[in-house]
C-alpha cells in the first residue's frame, strides 16, 4: 500500500493561502494524496473543521511563528499562541502530545529557522523538511542532511502549497495511514517523492493576498 501524505499546506484562512475545502476533498477523493496536514499561519480553526468533516485523512497542525522562525506543529487540540520563543513554542506542542516539524529550515527568505535555534531545541524535534516543494533556497537541504545524520532527525518531504498548482508533487510515500503514536516512524521506513511545485506556483501567496485587500 502507497500512502502519499504532505505534512504542510495553506488552507484559504491564512493570510497567503488559497485552499479551499473542496480543494481538500477533491485531493482526498481523486486519491492526489492520501493524507494531508492543514497547517495554517497562526490557527487551526479550519484544520478542526475539516477534520470533523473529513476525518484521520486530516491532521490538524499548525505554522507558528516564533521569535526566531516558523515552527509546525502536527496532531494539535488546541491552538498554540505565536511570538513565543522556539523553546517555549515546541514546549507547547509536546504538552499537547503534538510532533514537532521544521518547516524550511535555515531559509532567509521565509523565515526559516537558524542553525542555532534548531540546535536549542534539537531534542524536541520530530521531523524536518529535507525538501520543500517551494523552496527557492536549495543549498539548504544540504545543512538538513547534516542534522537529520547527525541528531538522527526524521526527514520529510512537504508542499507547502498555498494553492491548487502547488499540490500534489512534493510528499512522503507510507506503507499505512498514520497516527500520532506512528508517523515517525512510518516516514523513517517510507520514501520521499521530491519534485518541485512548478514555478508559477510560487506566486500564489502574493496573488492571495491582492485577493484579500481586493475583496475588502
Known sequence: MNIKIDLHTH?????????????????????????????????????EKLQRKLGERIIVGEEINTTEGEIIGLFLNSKIESGLSSLETVKQISKQNGLVCIPHPFEILRKGISEQSLCNIIKFVDIIEVFNGRSMQPQTRKLAQVFISTYKLTPAANSDAHCKLGIGKTYNLLTQIPSRKNL?????????????????????????????????
Open 11 to 47: 488552507s484559504i484562512l491564512s493570510p497567503d493561502g488559497g485552499l479551499s475545502e473542496n480543494d481538500y476533498k477533491s485531493l482526498l477523493l481523486s486519491k492526489t494524496l492520501d493524507v494531508i496536514a492543514v497547517t495554517d499561519h497562526n490557527r487551526i480553526d479550519f484544520a
Open 184 to 216: 515517525v516512524s512510518l516516514l523513517e521506513k517510507g520514501t520521499r517523492n521530491e519534485v518541485a511545485a512548478p514555478w508559477f506556483s510560487y506566486l500564489c501567496p502574493k496573488w492571495n493576498k491582492i485577493k484579500r485587500i481586493m475583496s475588502s
